[in-house]
């Protein structure tokens, strides 16, 4: 039988991303969008472009992802994020290896991430690869394929043959410093609960100082000078700088729920 393939979208307020998420597939036989409590149009949009959608609370990142995959009903999934694009050469390179014989079980995605509009191609941030593309049932999955339980940054657990796709996904993350700023106060909440995890709390002044001083400072030396971010411009110096001073919020965050405690 010929492979079919699902893609599937997690939401929540997405109108001003989704109907170009969508419009970049096309191409699948199937859309899932998994909404968890959108107030704008978002659903409205996901109808527009036929996709299937469903409501459910929202369960946590790798949860809700898990969830939109268990309702895919191909036999590979694309799972995306609802401000991610699939590049026409991606989407070519993508429908080509499904009529073909795939050679492994799961594959990489280059990513672009775009800051303020521009792509930042240095200081670590391209090629940026992510497991997005793999078939919903495998011996290498403890079936179906699922998202690892963690606050954030989840991954898919695989562990099998794996190869990277050669045409790139667009990551279209953060169009305003004020949406960075909300995303990265967000993220190093859920962070911070990972440090805890790990007793990672700074509970001493020195480790507290070197926290959220030193690797913070090491963190925009290593990726700003080392790996090249200055070549990325005013948009890379700005990138970098705010991410380290988001490395400095998850210590911070850490060391104040365990002082509480």
């Not at 049932?137 to 998202?147: E, G, L, M, Y």
């Not at 989840?154 to 794996?162: K, P, S, W, Y």
Request: glycine share 6%; hydrophobic share 40%.
């Amino acid at each position: 039988m010929q492979p079919t393939l699902s893609v599937a979208i997690i939401t929540l307020n997405e109108e001003e991303n989704l109907a170009r998420t969508l419009a970049s597939v096309r191409f699948a036989d199937e859309v899932i969008v998994l909404d968890s409590g959108s107030t704008d149009r978002t659903l409205e949009i996901a109808r527009e472009f036929g996709a299937k959608v469903i409501s459910e609370p929202w369960k946590g990142f790798a949860q809700q992802k898990n969830s939109a995959i268990e309702k895919c009903s191909g036999t590979w999934v694309l799972s995306l994020d609802a401000d991610e694009e699939v590049t026409i050469e991606l989407q070519r390179e993508i429908a080509a290896l499904l009529l073909g014989k795939p050679s492994a079980d799961a594959y990489m995605v280059r990513r672009r991430n775009l800051f303020l509009g521009r792509w930042m191609k240095h200081g670590g941030y391209y090629p940026d690869p992510k497991l997005r593309l793999f078939r919903k049932h495998s011996a290498n999955f403890a079936p179906p394929a699922r998202f690892t339980e963690r606050p954030v940054h989840e991954t898919i657990a695989f562990d099998g043959n794996l190869e990277t796709l050669e045409h790139d996904l667009i990551h279209h993350a953060y169009p305003t410093i004020e949406s960075y700023l909300e995303h990265m106060d967000r993220y190093s909440t859920l962070g911070a609960q990972i440090l805890l995890e790990k007793g990672k709390t700074g509970k001493s002044l020195y480790a507290f100082f070197h926290n959220i001083f030193v690797i913070p400072s090491a963190t925009f030396i290593w990726n700003f000078f080392f790996r090249g971010g200055f070549r990325d411009g005013r948009e890379g110096l700005l990138l970098h700088l705010y991410h380290s001073t988001y490395t400095s919020w998850k210590y911070s965050k850490a060391w104040q729920i365990a002082r509480k405690r």
